[in-house]
Structure formats: C-alpha cells, structure tokens
C-alpha cells in the first residue's frame, strides 16, 4: 500500500517536475521507495530528466501503456536509490485513447501498483486541466499546486480549481510558491495563511537548479529538419543530480532547507 501525490498547476512552468524529483531524493534518502509518475504527455518534462536512463526506451513501461492493453510484463525503470520512474510515453506526440474507460484503465492500473513494494507514488502532471489530471486527482491521497508569485499563476490556479473542485479538498490539496526572490519571500509571508488552499512555506528561486536545467540547444526554427545541438557534457539527469544533490555544497545548503520542510508538511 502506499501514499500518493500529484503536483498540479494552473500556468506551465511553475516548476512540478522539478518539485517533483527533488520530493522524491529527498523520500529515498530516508529509505522510501518511490515511483515518479510522468503524467504530462505535452512538456514531458521528467521523461526529458531521466532520458540517459531510458536506453532501451520499448523495455519500460510507460503511463500510455496502461491505457492500451497488456503492460504487467514490463519493466519498471530504476533511475536512483530507491526511486523508480515511469515516463507519459516514449513515443511523442501521444494522447489518451478516446475510446474506452480510461479511468477505470487507470485504478486497475492502481490495483496492481499495490501489489509492489512502493511506499509513495508521486504524479507529475500537465499544466492546467487535461482528463489525465481528472482521473489522477479522483484517486490521489494528496495534491500540491505549484504556482509562481504572480497573477497569473493565481488566476489559472483558479480556473483548474474550478474544473476539478469535486476532487481538490482542501483537507488534502495544498499549495506552495516555487521560485521565489527574496523580495517575493518578505510578501509571501504577508499573505493569508489560506487562499484557495493551505499555503506551505515557499520554495526559493535557486541559481542551482536554473542551471541544471539549461542546455546548449540552438534551434533553427525555420526548418525542423536542421535543428543543431550541441551535446551537453552530460545528460540533464546527471547534471541536476550533481549540482542539486552532490556537487554544489551552495545549492545544497540554500535549497535543501525548503525541500526538507515540504516534504515534512506533505508527509509527516
Ligand atoms: N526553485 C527553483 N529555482 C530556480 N529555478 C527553478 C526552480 N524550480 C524550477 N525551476 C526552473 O523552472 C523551469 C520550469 O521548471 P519545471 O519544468 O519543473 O516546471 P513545470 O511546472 O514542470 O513545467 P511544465 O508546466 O512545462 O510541466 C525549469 O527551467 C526549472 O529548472
Ligand atoms: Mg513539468
């Protein structure tokens, strides 16, 4: 049996992905085992952080997979220490199967999820409403809303409350601001402990994580076919693993703080 969470926002970028793996490390460096869930079969950005892992991408199994047929006789990807990983599809562009009772597709899915040896399953999902979010939050223990420090993160937060209300208590759907400067931090703390939903304590910007994530890519947008990259040295997964985890003793100690507290507010 395990506890699950899914990271929900209204406006893209917020920054779930990236809460969504640092919960993780920080759950499997107090011996959980943990599943991360890629939900979102648009930005896809955790199948982006784990891609060097994702060798022999038919092997794994996939959350498309469990949509359309048999998919117990797959592998599930270990990725770290007690963290395994389940990419939305490996095959881009996806979307669900429009036929068929996806939700029921999905709790069977739950059902046998039960059956191994996770002590939490985390879902990373798609900005803004999508069917996936709808079916993840009528079975998820728990929700984390992601938002930035701005009116927009605010309003579109609004909306996708307003198409999932029925599933979002608040007894069990918080909210936490990611990415926050420290002038944000000083008007965080002036504002209502509740809004939509209870508000954790904010995750600050990190300089660290930033440029984990950047790479070398240059686009020629005219033409698809020309599209030069300039290999990182080396793979997204391992750069934020060492600048986040391991290697940046500066990251680490001005970012681990807020992680530790989220994940002592989610899972006491
Ligand atoms: N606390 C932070 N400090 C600095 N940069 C951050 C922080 N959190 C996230 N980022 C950066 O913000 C960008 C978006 O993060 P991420 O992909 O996790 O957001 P997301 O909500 O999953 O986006 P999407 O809606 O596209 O799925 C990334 O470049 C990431 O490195
Ligand atoms: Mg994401």
Redesign the pocket.
Known sequence: MFNSLALL?GK????????AVLIAEKLACNGKKVLLVDC?FG?H?MTYFFEEKLVDKDKYLSLIDIFGGEYKSKEILNVSENIDFMPSSVHFPVSLPIEGNNKCKFEEFLNWLKTLKYDIVIF?L??GYSEIANIITSFSDKNLM?LEFDAVSASALRVLYSQLQKQLKKENTFQVY??VSQVEHSLVLQMPKEILFRNLKP?????G??Q??MLNIVFDMGNGENVKLREPKQGLFTKIKNRIFFKNEETVTDFSGGINELVGSLFP
């Open positions: 926002s893209g970028g917020s920054g779930k992905s990236t809460l979102d930005t950005g990373d798609q900005a992601v990611n990415k995750i600050l910007f990190s300089w994580i930033r984990a994530a």
